[in-house]
C-alpha cells in the first residue's frame, strides 16, 4: 500500500512547515487528490492515521478534495469529464490533455502555537 509512503512524505512536509512558522502543532492538513491520482482515498486515510503518530500533526484533521479527472480535447476543444480517466475526447475520438486529476498536492495545513 504505497499511500502509507505518500502519506509520509505529506506528515513531514507539513512539520517543515510548521517549525518554520515556529508552530507547536498541526491542526488541519488540506489534500486537493485527482480523482486518477492513483491512490485510494479510504487507503489515504488509514495511512493518515498511522502517519501522524508521535508526529505534530497527531491531533490534527484530514481534509480531502477529490479532483475530478478532467480532459480537454486537442481538435475540437471540448472539455469533458472521465470518471475512467480516458484522454480520448468523448465527441470526436481526438486526443486531449490533461487538464486535471492526477494531482495529490497540500492545499493548506493549520497551526497552533
Ligand atoms: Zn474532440
Given amino acids: 500500500m504505497h499511500e502509507i509512503s505518500i502519506?509520509?512524505?505529506v506528515i513531514?512536509?507539513?512539520q517543515l512547515e510548521a517549525l518554520k512558522s515556529r508552530a507547536g502543532r498541526i491542526t488541519r492538513?488540506?489534500?486537493s487528490v485527482g480523482e486518477k491520482a492513483g491512490v485510494l482515498i479510504d487507503s489515504l486515510r488509514f495511512a493518515f492515521e498511522i502517519a501522524v503518530l508521535d508526529s505534530m500533526a497527531e491531533k490534527a484533521v484530514l481534509d480531502?478534495?477529490?479532483i475530478p479527472f478532467m480532459g480537454e480535447?486537442?481538435?475540437c476543444g471540448l472539455k469533458y469529464h472521465s470518471p475512467e480517466g480516458s484522454l480520448i475526447c468523448s465527441r470526436?475520438?481526438?486526443f486531449a490533455r490533461l487538464i486535471s486529476g492526477r494531482e495529490l498536492v497540500i492545499n493548506s495545513i493549520e497551526?497552533?502555537?
Fill in 29 to 31: 492538513i488540506s489534500l
Fill in 64 to 66: 480531502i478534495e477529490v
Fill in 92 to 94: 470526436c475520438g481526438g
Fill in 7 to 9: 502519506m509520509s512524505g
Fill in 111 to 113: 497551526v497552533d502555537a
Fill in 12 to 14: 513531514e512536509t507539513c
Fill in 73 to 75: 480535447c486537442t481538435y
